[in-house]
């Protein structure tokens, strides 16, 4: 008798939860069903912007709100008082991608009707200046960047003998940027790289009349930690001005010239 009252309580439980985990199913469901036709009926509330300025010294930014605002604007006309479902936001978010300046981009609807846009503008690392004069920036992931009319960033100029066609020192330019830019003393500490005759790179600190014959980019990191060590050892003690260069081309050895 008490194993026959224990196996009905037993399947009295499974029959109460199977009967709860259903109607929360068939509430969920409807839920989701009034939330869709609600959302197919929703008028659009406006049109919110934002953008990740994060990466960016300063207060000037390659886009803002008023320029994204805009091209959404010239394709699709004005989107506050359309219904939500009749505004493609994929096509928006292709749109905005298009932007030479915007690194990634995503368009959703919120649930009190607006279009938000979230942005992340590309971040320059250097700004190139080939020998034929033609200016761009390069960017943390590598790419090329037009000049802004409206923005100049506070980046390593990069100069010298050097074409936009060289693809070759273009690639190892911006390994040697992106060393830079990834380091924040060393960040700080250099103004410009120059593309001397020889292909090599040579560093212009902003602090001190010398030049840096850094060489080509093999054993980078093993160059700048002799570099450090002349500027927390050597230079302290000799003085900033004695020198006309430093070489770090050879391994295990710094070269410096003596004006």
Partial sequence: MRKKLSYLGNHMDVLLKTLFWT????????????????RMEMICTGLEIRIDNSGINGNNYFIDAYDIENAVLRQNGFLKGKPVSAVNLNAVERNVRRNTMVQEAEVYSTIDGKIRIDIEQK??????????????????????????????????VVNGYFYKSDTLVQRHVYEVGKFIANDRLWKAMFSQIYVNTNREFELIPRVGNFRI??????????????????YNRG?????????????????????????
């Fill in 23 to 38: 109607g929360l199913a068939v509430s969920f469901i409807c839920i989701m069903a009034f939330t869709g036709k609600e």
């Fill in 213 to 230: 014959l850094l060489g080509d980019t093999a054993f980078m990191r093993e160059k700048f930690n002799k570099l450090y060590l002349m």
């Fill in 123 to 156: 971040i320059p690392i250097l700004r190139v200046v080939s020998y034929s004069g033609y200016g761009y920036y390069i960017d943390k992931s590598g790419g090329a960047i037009p000049l802004s009319a409206k923005y100049t960033a506070r980046v390593p």
């Fill in 235 to 259: 230079l302290p003690r000799s003085g900033w001005n004695l020198y006309s260069q430093i070489n770090l081309k050879f391994i295990n050895q710094v070269v410096c010239t003596k004006r």
